[in-house]
C-alpha cells in the first residue's frame, strides 16, 4: 500500500487523500442518521466507524510521509543556502518530491562543478596575479632604469651636440684658413716664379761678366806681349844710349854734349823698363785678379745654376703644395658640410631621445599604474579564493 501510495504523484496522493477524508466524513454522518436504528444498523455502524478511523489513519501517515519528503527537500535547501553543497538529496519514487529531489541534485551539482572550476580559476588566477605582479615589479624598476638611463643619454647626446657644432664651427674656420692658406701658397709660388725668372736672369748676366773678364783676360794677354816689345825697345835704347855715350867719350870735348843726351836717353831708358817692370807687375796682379774673378764666377755659375735646378725643384714641390692645399681645403669644405649635416642629425637624434626619455616616463607612470592594478587583481583572486572556500564542496 505504500508503494504504491509513494508512486502517485502529489496531486493524485492529494485527490486520494480529499477522497478517503471525504468519505469518512459520510460514512460518520451515515452513520448518525441511522442510529435510531440501532439494532438494525448496529454492524453498519461499525463498519463505518473503523472505516473512518482507518481512513483518518491513512490520512495521517501518508501526510506526515509527505512532510519529511518536503521536510529533507528544505532542510537540503538550507545547507545550499549556507554553502553546502556536500548533501545530495536520495527520495525515490516518481512524485514532485523526487523530481524536486532530481532537479535538486542536477543544479547543485552544476553549481559544484561550477564552484570547483571557479576555485581551479581562482587558484591559477592568484598565481598569475602574483607572477604578474612580480613581472609588473621588475617592469617598473626596468622602466625606471631605463628613464635613467635615456635621461643620462639625453644629457650625453646634449653634450655631443654642442661639441659637434664647435667642431662644425672649428672645421669651417680650418677651411676659411686652408682657403687663405692656398691664396698665400698661390701668391708665394708666383713671387716664387719672380725669383727663378730673377735667377734666370742673373744666370745670363753672370754668363755675361764671365765672358767680359774672359775678354779682359785675353786683352791683358795681349797688353802682355806689347810691354815686352817695349820692354825690348828700352833695353834696346838704354844699349845705344851706352854706345853712345862710349863713343862721346871717344870724341872728347866734341862730343860732350852728345854724350848729355845719350845719358839722358838712357836714363828715360832705364826710367821706360822699371815703368815696364811695374806696369807688367799690374797686368799680371789684374790677369791674377781676372783668373780669380773668372774662377768665381765659373763657381758662382755653377751655384747659380745649382740654386736654379733646386729652385725648379722647390717650384714643383710648390706646385704639388698648392695642389695638396687646394685639396686640403675641398677636403675641409667637404668635412664642413657633413659636420653641419651631422650637427643637424645629432640635433634630431637628441629631440627623438628626448621624445623616447618622455616616452620612458609616460611608460614609467604606466607601469606603476599597472603594478598597482596587479597588486589589487591579486587582492580580488585571494577575496575570489575566500568566497569560494565560504562553500562547502566536499566529494559524495
Same mark, same amino acid.
Given at each position: ?36 436504528? %440501532? ?23 501518508? +501526510? ?34 523526487? %523530481?524536486?529531489? %532530481? ?6 551539482? $552544476? ?35 631605463? +628613464? ?62 764671365? +765672358? ?15 810691354? &815686352? ?23 872728347? &870735348? ?19 823698363? &822699371? ?25 758662382? $755659375? ?38 653641419? &649635416? ?11 631621445? $628626448? ?30 579564493? +575566500? ?10
Amino acid at each position: 500500500m505504500k508503494v504504491l501510495f509513494q508512486n502517485l504523484s502529489l496531486g493524485q496522493q492529494n485527490l486520494l487523500l480529499t477522497c478517503l477524508g471525504i468519505g469518512g466524513i459520510w460514512l460518520t454522518v451515515l452513520a448518525g442518521f441511522q442510529f435510531d436504528g %440501532w439494532g438494525q444498523g448496529a454492524g453498519t455502524v461499525t463498519v463505518a466507524a473503523l472505516a473512518s478511523v482507518a481512513l483518518f489513519t491513512l490520512a495521517y501517515l501518508m +501526510g506526515r510521509h509527505t512532510v519529511g519528503r518536503a521536510d529533507q527537500i528544505v532542510t537540503a535547501l538550507r545547507a545550499l543556502a549556507a554553502g553546502d553543497l556536500s548533501r545530495k538529496l536520495q527520495l525515490p519514487g516518481k512524485d514532485e518530491f523526487a %523530481w524536486m529531489a %532530481w532537479e535538486y541534485n542536477q543544479a547543485r551539482n $552544476k553549481v559544484r562543478e561550477t564552484l570547483e572550476k571557479i576555485q581551479q580559476h581562482a587558484e591559477e588566477l592568484a598565481v598569475a596575479a602574483d607572477g604578474l605582479a612580480a613581472v609588473m615589479d621588475q617592469t617598473r624598476l626596468q622602466v625606471r632604469d631605463q +628613464g635613467s638611463q635615456t635621461g643620462q643619454l639625453a644629457e650625453s647626446m646634449a653634450g655631443m651636440s654642442v661639441s659637434i657644432q664647435q667642431v662644425s664651427q672649428d672645421i669651417a674656420t680650418t677651411a676659411d684658413e686652408a682657403r687663405e692658406t692656398d691664396q698665400l701658397a698661390k701668391r708665394g709660388f708666383r713671387q716664387f716664379e719672380d725669383t727663378l725668372e730673377s735667377i734666370a736672369l742673373l744666370t745670363r748676366k753672370t754668363g755675361e761678366i764671365a +765672358g767680359v773678364i774672359d775678354r779682359l783676360q785675353a786683352d791683358s794677354s795681349a797688353i802682355d806681349g806689347v810691354m &815686352e816689345v817695349i820692354r825690348g825697345i828700352a833695353e834696346q835704347t838704354n844699349l845705344l844710349a851706352l854706345n853712345a855715350a862710349i863713343e862721346a867719350a871717344r870724341a872728347g &870735348e866734341q862730343g860732350r854734349g852728345f854724350a848729355v843726351v845719350a845719358e839722358e836717353v838712357r836714363t828715360l831708358a832705364s826710367r821706360t823698363q &822699371e815703368s815696364t817692370r811695374e806696369i807688367q807687375e799690374m797686368i799680371e796682379r789684374l790677369q791674377e785678379a781676372a783668373g780669380q774673378a773668372v774662377q768665381s764666377i765659373e763657381s758662382g $755659375k755653377v751655384e747659380v745654376e745649382t740654386s736654379s735646378r733646386r729652385a725648379r725643384q722647390a717650384g714643383e714641390s710648390l706646385t704639388q703644395i698648392l695642389a695638396s692645399v687646394d685639396r686640403i681645403s675641398q677636403r675641409c669644405g667637404r668635412i664642413a658640410t657633413s659636420a653641419m &649635416e651631422q650637427s643637424a642629425t645629432v640635433e634630431e637624434i637628441n629631440h627623438n631621445v $628626448k621624445a623616447i626619455h618622455q616616452h620612458t616616463r609616460s611608460a614609467a607612470a604606466s607601469a606603476e599604474q599597472t603594478t598597482g592594478a596587479s597588486a589589487r587583481l591579486a587582492e580580488l583572486a585571494t577575496l575570489l579564493q +575566500g568566497l569560494v572556500n565560504q562553500f562547502k564542496v566536499a566529494p559524495d
